[in-house]
Structures are given as C-alpha cells and as structure tokens.
C-alpha cells in the first residue's frame, strides 16, 4: 500500500502527468525495487492514469 500512496501523492505534486516509466523511475530513486508489470498492474487497477497536461 505504501507504493499506492506514493503513486497518488506524485500524480497530485505534478498535476496528473506521471505515467509508468516515469513513476517506475522515481520508485527506484525511493529504493522501491519494482518492475514495469507491477507498476503498470497497480495503476490500472486503481484507476491511476498518467495523463499529458
């Protein structure tokens, strides 16, 4: 669940405009190790969308 809340809280500080490949990368940067499925998996199950502003 820490990795939902993380998701949702750097889409609302950059204004919905995070996709996968980004959010994978600043997981990494946090020291959570994931993978593209995963993060790609969990966003859409939450209905997490990176949209372009």
Not at 11 to 19: A, F, K, T, V
Not at 24 to 53: A, F, Q, S, W, Y
């Amino acid at each position: 669940m820490v990795v939902l809340a993380y998701f949702k809280e750097q889409l609302r500080l950059h204004l919905g405009s995070y996709g996968r490949p980004r959010m994978i990368e600043e997981l990494k940067d946090v020291g959570i190790d994931v993978g593209h499925c995963r993060v790609g998996r969990r966003m859409r199950e939450n209905g997490i969308t990176g949209d372009r502003p």
